[in-house]
């Protein structure tokens, strides 16, 4: 089954305990990125890749890593996270054309991530 | 500051009757568009994606582009309840290495039985 898997479904940390969220999309899809959604501020873009070792920001990016050494997999990092990035994080990828345009994106489940 | 903004809503609308959902965007340089369906609780999905002018019909979905005015909307067709969710309008930036999509904040839709 086409799918992009997300990990963990549901995270509770401490403040300043570094974390990683795992993505990784079995479509072979160029592009992906991570997003963080919050009530009234919508999907919002942390970084994007549009493939093996090339990331860039998106609109939100501070306080977040990421890195695109394979393909299928683009793990979102918190070196050390803050009560301000709790949040519903989404991981997507898509199939981009040869000029470019993009396809759409097929999301992950989410990571639920709250920081104490 | 580019953006995508739609009516937050709640849109209700009678079963059976036409729901349109309307976008509008920032960057003249906007090349795809995409529509979004997000159920409580639920990862967004893919409902339509748009490149040209005029419209695109896919089932009882139909997206509209006018570039001119950087309008993008969704009609759907014989709302039905399952039908009831968020709608959210994407547009993909590029340019000056830039690639981004960015969304709008959703518009709630409510089919009334």
């Known amino acids: 089954e086409a799918q992009v898997t997300q990990n963990p479904r549901y995270l509770i940390t401490v403040t300043g305990k570094k974390l990683t969220v795992t993505c990784s999309q079995n479509m072979n899809h160029e592009y992906m990125s991570w997003y963080r959604q919050d009530p009234g501020l919508g999907l919002r873009q942390i970084y994007y890749?549009?493939?093996?070792?090339?990331?860039d920001k998106g609109d939100v990016p501070e306080g977040y890593k990421v890195s695109r050494k394979e393909k299928r997999n683009f793990p979102l990092i918190l070196e050390s996270p803050s009560p301000n990035q709790t949040s519903l994080y989404f991981c997507?990828?898509?199939?981009?054309?040869?000029?470019?345009?993009?396809?759409?994106?097929?999301f992950g489940s989410g990571t639920r991530l709250t920081v104490v | 500051q580019k953006e995508v903004e739609q009516n937050s809503g709640p849109l209700s609308v009678p079963e059976g009757a036409i729901a349109s959902l309307n976008c509008t965007y920032s960057d003249r340089g906007s090349q795809s568009f995409f529509w979004y369906r997000q159920y409580s609780g639920k990862s967004p999905e893919l409902i339509m994606f748009?490149?040209?002018?005029g419209d695109k019909e896919d089932g009882r979905f139909t997206a509209q582009l006018n570039k001119a005015s950087q309008y993008v909307s969704l009609l759907i067709r014989d709302s039905q309840p399952s039908d009831s969710a968020t709608y959210l309008c994407a547009v993909n930036i590029t340019g000056n290495r830039d690639d981004k999509i960015i969304f709008g904040k959703g518009t709630r839709l409510h089919i009334l039985p």
């Open positions: 748009i490149y040209s002018n």
């Open positions: 890749s549009m493939n093996v070792e090339v990331t």
């Open positions: 997507a990828s898509s199939l981009t054309k040869y000029d470019g345009a993009n396809y759409g994106y097929t």
